[in-house]
C-alpha cells in the first residue's frame, strides 16, 4: 500500500519518512549490488570451483571444515548527486493537504535518494540552490554521509530566488566523475540559471534527471477567485486571478510546461511532472523508472 | 428634566467612525504559478474593523467624561438615609437609627431641595433635629419624615467682667444665676458690669455694658439706652431684691440671643408628583473633573505611545 502525502506530511522526521516510502520499493537506482573483491566484508558463500583460493576464509574452514569465500562489496564508481531548489516559490503549500508543500515533497523524495544510494554503496552528495546562493555538501559514503544529508535537507528553507547564471557555472565542477543528478524543483523559471546548469551538466555527460513539481491546485486552476496574488520571488506587482483570467492562467502554464519537458526531451534529460498530493513512493518508483533503468 | 447637554454623547460617534474605518492595501496571497496571471493594479479597500481598541475605548469615556460634567450628571446611590441636622444632640440621633447622614447646613429642606436627585427612587428621608419651619410648605418627590425636637439654647458667652464698687451687690445677683464673673479689665467677655467713673480701658471687650455710673459714657446723657463704639449701653443699677434680679437677667437673655427659628412640628411629607428638581447640585463634579484629567493623561499617553 502507498503510503499518501497527506499522511507523511504529519510528521517531520525525516528517517521516518524515507523508511515509509522505501518499503517494499525494492529498487535500486541502478544495476544492484555487485558482489565481489572490495574491502567491505558483505557475506560467506560456499565455495564454488573456480573461485579464487585466495578469497577463501581458512579460518571458518578450519571450525566448519567447508570451504567458504568471502563476499566483498564492489565499490561504486557512480556517485548520485540530488539537487535541491528551495527557493521561495517551492513554499507553495498543497491547498487541499495541510503542512504540506513542494519544498517537504522535493526534501522527502531526495532524502528517499539518498537512502538508496547509501544501501547501494554509492556515494552521494548534495545541492541546495537558496537565497541566491548554492550549498553544497561533498559526496561521500556511508551512514555518517546520510546523516549529513539528511541534517541539511531538514535545515533547508523556502526563501529567495535562484543564484545567478555565475555563481551556478562557477559551481559545476562537483561533478567530475559519471554522476546521477537528481533535481527536484518546481521549474517555473525557465530558461534560467538552474536549467542552463541542469543542461550544461547533461552535456558533460553527466544522467540529469529532473522532477517536476506541482500541486494540484496550479493542475486544475482551482484558486479562491477574486483574490489577489503576488509572486514570491519576484517582489512588487500583484495578480489577479478570476473567472475571466482562468483562460489565460490555463494557456500560460501549460505552453510553460510543455516547453520545459520539450527541451528536456531535446536534451535527453527524463523529466517528469508530479503532483505533490500523490503518494511519495509511487511518484519515486515513477522517477527511478523514467529512465528505463529501475 | 434631563439636561440638552446629553446630546453631546452624539460626539461619540466621531472616534468609532475615526478607529472603524482604515484604507489599506488589499494584501496579496503569495503563489508561486502567479506569474501565468495577469497582472492588476494594487487595490486600495476600505477595512472596516476595529483598530487600537483601547485608545479608542478611553477617547469615547473621555468624551462621555466631558459631556456628564457639562450635564451635571446626577446618579442616586443614596437609598434610605436620615439626615441629621447640625446641632442635635448625638445620643438622641444615634437612638432614631438609619443609615445618617450630617447635614452641612441648618437648613435641611433648602439642602434636601438640591440634592434630591442623589437618593433613589422609593428611599425614605428622615430628617431630625431641629428642623427650621419654611414659609411655604415644602415638595419632594420622596416621602419625607420629620421628626423635629427642639435643640437646647446657645449658651451666651460665658463671662462676665464686673468692675463696681457695689461688686458684691452684682455678684450677689451672677452668683444666683451660676456665671462666673471676674474683675480683670481686658479680653472678650459677654458683659460688663462698669459701675466707677473712670473710663474703660481699650482692651475690654463686650456687647452690652451695664452702666452704674454714666460719667465716662457721654452716650447715655440722651436716655437710659445708647449705642456706642464699645457696644450695646444700658443703665442698670443693681437689683435689690432677688425678684428684680431675676427680671433683669431674663431681660438681658431673652434680648441677647440670636433669633432663634421656629421649630417644624413632626410631620409625613407624603411624595408629590411633578416635583422639577433644583439646578445643578455638582454633587460628581468633583469626581467628574479627576476622571476627565486621568483620562485626558491616559489618552495622551496612549496616542504617543501608539506612534512610536
Given at each position: ?7 507523511l ?112 554503496g ?17 559526496a ?8 549529513r ?18 555563481t ?30 541542469l ?26 477567485l ?25 494557456q ?8 520545459v ?34 | 428634566m ?30 508561486a ?65 438609619g ?33 427650621a419651619?419654611p ?26 467682667v ?41 482692651g ?47 431681660t ?31 454633587a ?25
Amino acid at each position: 500500500m502507498l503510503v499518501s502525502s497527506a499522511l507523511l506530511a504529519h510528521t517531520s522526521d525525516l528517517d521516518l519518512i524515507i523508511r515509509h516510502v522505501l518499503a517494499g520499493l525494492g529498487h535500486g537506482i541502478h544495476a544492484g549490488r555487485e558482489r565481489g573483491a572490495g574491502v567491505e566484508f558483505s557475506e560467506y558463500r560456499a565455495y564454488a570451483p573456480g573461485d579464487e583460493w585466495r578469497r577463501v576464509d581458512w579460518k571458518l574452514m578450519a571450525r566448519a571444515d567447508r570451504y567458504y569465500v568471502r563476499e566483498a562489496e564492489r565499490d561504486s564508481h557512480v556517485a548520485v548527486w540530488l539537487w535541491l531548489d528551495a527557493t521561495a516559490s517551492m513554499a507553495e503549500a498543497s491547498r487541499s493537504v495541510d503542512g504540506l508543500n513542494k519544498l517537504w515533497y522535493a526534501r522527502t523524495m531526495l532524502a528517499c535518494i539518498a537512502a538508496i544510494a547509501q544501501r547501494q554503496g554509492d556515494a552521494f552528495g548534495l545541492v541546495v540552490c537558496s537565497g541566491d546562493r548554492v550549498q553544497f555538501t561533498p559526496a561521500s559514503r556511508g551512514p555518517r554521509q546520510m546523516h549529513r544529508i539528511m541534517a541539511q535537507l531538514s535545515k533547508a528553507e523556502p526563501m529567495g530566488a535562484l543564484p545567478g547564471a555565475d555563481t551556478l557555472r562557477a559551481s559545476l565542477h562537483f561533478a567530475r566523475s559519471p554522476s546521477l543528478i537528481f533535481a527536484a524543483s518546481d521549474f517555473l523559471d525557465w530558461p534560467s540559471p538552474q536549467s542552463d546548469a541542469l543542461l550544461r551538466l547533461r552535456r558533460m555527460q553527466h544522467d540529469v534527471r529532473a522532477l517536476c513539481l506541482q500541486t494540484r491546485a496550479e493542475v486544475d486552476a482551482s484558486f479562491p477567485l477574486d483574490t489577489v496574488w503576488r509572486d514570491p520571488e519576484q517582489g512588487e506587482g500583484v495578480f489577479r486571478f478570476g473567472a475571466d483570467t482562468l483562460g489565460t492562467y490555463r494557456q500560460g502554464r501549460d505552453e510553460h510546461f510543455a516547453r520545459v519537458l520539450a527541451q528536456c526531451r531535446q536534451n535527453n534529460i527524463p523529466a517528469m511532472a508530479a503532483c505533490i498530493e500523490d503518494a511519495p513512493a509511487g511518484v519515486l518508483r515513477s522517477w527511478l523508472r523514467l529512465a528505463g533503468r529501475a | 428634566m434631563i439636561s440638552l447637554w446629553w446630546l453631546g454623547l452624539a460626539l461619540l460617534a466621531f472616534p468609532v467612525w475615526w478607529h472603524r474605518q482604515r484604507r489599506e492595501r488589499v494584501s496579496a496571497k503569495p503563489l508561486a504559478t502567479a506569474r501565468f496571471l495577469p497582472r492588476t493594479d494594487p487595490q486600495q479597500q476600505r477595512v472596516w474593523r476595529w483598530v487600537d481598541r483601547a485608545l479608542l475605548l478611553v477617547r469615547c469615556l473621555l468624551l462621555a467624561a466631558v459631556v456628564a460634567w457639562l450635564a451635571d450628571l446626577v446618579i442616586p446611590w443614596r437609598g434610605s438615609t436620615v439626615l441629621v441636622v447640625p446641632g442635635t444632640d448625638n445620643a438622641w440621633a444615634r437612638q432614631q437609627g438609619g443609615e445618617q447622614l450630617m447635614l452641612p447646613t441648618a437648613d435641611a429642606f433648602g439642602w434636601l431641595a438640591l440634592h434630591e436627585r442623589e437618593f433613589q427612587d422609593g428611599a425614605r428621608l428622615t430628617i431630625i433635629g431641629d428642623v427650621a419651619m419654611p414659609a411655604v410648605k415644602p415638595r419632594f418627590s420622596h416621602v419625607v419624615e420629620v421628626r423635629s425636637r427642639i435643640a437646647p439654647r446657645p449658651q451666651p458667652g460665658q463671662r462676665i467682667v464686673v468692675v463696681s464698687k457695689r461688686a458684691a451687690q452684682w455678684q450677689a445677683l451672677f452668683a444666683a444665676t451660676g456665671y462666673r464673673h471676674d474683675a480683670e479689665q481686658s479680653g472678650k467677655a459677654a458683659l460688663v458690669v462698669w459701675d466707677v467713673p473712670e473710663a474703660p480701658p481699650a482692651g475690654l471687650q463686650a456687647p452690652l455694658w451695664w452702666v452704674g455710673d454714666a460719667t465716662a459714657f457721654p452716650e447715655l446723657a440722651a436716655g437710659r439706652h445708647a449705642n456706642s463704639a464699645r457696644g450695646r449701653l444700658w443703665t442698670m443699677k443693681p437689683a435689690a431684691t432677688v425678684e428684680e434680679a431675676r427680671t433683669q437677667f431674663e431681660t438681658w437673655q431673652q434680648l441677647h440671643y440670636p433669633p432663634v427659628p421656629y421649630t417644624t412640628a413632626p410631620i409625613t411629607l407624603a411624595a408629590a408628583s411633578g416635583v422639577s428638581p433644583r439646578d445643578a447640585s455638582g454633587a460628581l463634579r468633583y469626581l467628574l473633573t479627576i476622571a476627565l484629567i486621568a483620562l485626558f493623561a491616559l489618552e495622551r499617553t496612549l496616542t504617543h505611545a501608539r506612534r512610536r
